[in-house]
């Protein structure tokens, strides 16, 4: 069974970075699959902001892209995100997520709180 865990601070200043990692176990990042990141802000739907591949190609979604990075640490089978520059539009529940193409996000974790304010 494939586990997925955010961890990360839950409050961040704005201009600051958002750094999250998500823990795998039950499965390695190296063998398939897409390790996505996604947002779900108070009251509205969810965001996907981007994956790494299996073999560490990284994927953004064009709206977060200038902000958005994603790497992994194949060593501790986690990846991680950092968005930059945040505003309190970034206030958001950030899930990981596995991806697999053909039935889309399979494995989520439950979720962090991210709350951006001074």
Known sequence: QVQLQESGPGLVKPSQTLSLTCTVSGGSITNGYAWNWIRQPPGKGLEWIGYITY???????????????????T???????RLSSVTPEDTAVYYCARGDGAVG???WGKGT????SS
Do not use: A, E, H, W
């Open 55 to 73: 073999s560490g190609n990284t994927y953004y979604s064009p709206s977060l892209k200038s902000r958005t990075s994603i790497s992994r640490d």
């Open 75 to 81: 060593s501790k089978n986690q990846f991680s995100l």
């Open 105 to 107: 996000m399979d494995y």
């Open 113 to 116: 709180l991210v709350t951006v």
